[in-house]
């Protein structure tokens, strides 16, 4: 009640905490154990308003920004990480379309992924480039009116699940990252297949593969923007989906606290229920604080991203810098509450600390966080001083 949430975002809200108790919760511990993504569960999105929630309205989506994304993704998260990561990793891949996609290409993906029909990716990271990402070597040449795609791409979320991928590419490697552009990957396409798929230690249900590009050919209308944009649309798209990371680390955080607080009422020792001493109380009382600071802060991230605003970068790296450690520390904590039982796979916290771990290192690792926010505050200094 506090955030002043809208009737709409309520709503979203509530739809996503059904689905994810209803639907999410009776498969997590599966999920988990076998690391897959069932079909039922994307069925269930597709039911659901969820996937239209970040999908513009002109293209039959709800239009409700990063804010009702946020909402969606934490109560997704609380239930599963996994899940979690499936859902906004599906948002990471549309959001260089709406962002920079043209009208046509914007009415040919867009309304589908609203309906659930078509799931998107983002494929960025290769081998040697993670932290360093302007130093992408996957090859895209130019051969009449298509790229032919060449190298290939790791850690890929939703690799494998996703039917299209805006992938960055090498157009001219002579010029370093003003020679990376975006293209967009059907799944069928003919050359694009799929690698080695990873064996995580946590976020389980959200498929992670290897994307393998081998003479795949592209058609040139799959280009975003220009050439040479490719570095700046993977920028500006994580200065926004980078609260969505924030959002899933409040969720599993969340999730934790809840599970640790219920235990803590239930389980006897020395002859009392352990809420009743205080070094449980302690733990509880720091854990909650926290989890409230950081869903403070990544629901400014993502009001003010909503805004309009152009100077997202700081607010968005600093929800996810805080907000994951939060979740590192929540879920710790709720394993230490639960005591030896916290380390057995019976209960889902220690599931929880292996979810939340995640989110400390992707879409940018929390020392990379560190670089954006402390560039932006030197650079606001600069703008300042002119
Ligand atoms: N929006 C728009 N432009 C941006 C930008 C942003 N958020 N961030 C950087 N740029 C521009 C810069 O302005 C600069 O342009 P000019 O050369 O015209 O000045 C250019 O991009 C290069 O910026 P910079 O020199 O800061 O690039 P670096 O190679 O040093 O990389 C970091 C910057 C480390 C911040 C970047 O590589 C990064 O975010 N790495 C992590 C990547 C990541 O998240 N990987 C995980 C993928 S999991 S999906």
Sequence with gaps: MYYNLSEEEEMIREVARTLAEEKIKPLREEMD?????????????????????????????????????????????IVDGGVGTAYSANGLGATPIILFGSEEQKRKYLPPTASGEKWAAFA???????????????????????????????????????????VIVATDRKKGIRGLSAVIVEKDTEGFTFGKEEDKMGIRAAPTRELVFSDCKVPRENLLRREGFGFMIAMKTFDRTRAGVAAQAVGIAQGALTEAISYANVRKQFGKRIGEFQAIQIKLAEMATKVEAARALTYLAARYIDSGATTISKISSQAKLFASDVAMQVTIEAVQVFGGYGYMRDYPVEKMMRDAKITQIYEGTSEIQKLVIANELLKEDLRKKK
Excluded: H
């Design 33 to 77: 154990r076998k690391s897959y993504f069932p079909p039922e569960i994307r069925e269930e999105f597709g039911k659901s308003d969820l996937l239209r929630v970040f999908i513009p309205e002109e293209y039959e989506g709800l239009g409700m920004g990063f804010m009702g994304t946020a909402l969606a993704t934490e109560e997704i998260s």
């Design 124 to 166: 960025l990271t290769e081998p040697d480039a993670g932290s360093d990402a302007g130093n992408v070597q996957l090859r895209a040449d130019k051969e009449g009116d298509y790229y032919i795609l060449n190298g290939n791409k790791v850690f890929i979320t939703n690799g494998g699940l996703a039917d299209y991928y805006v």
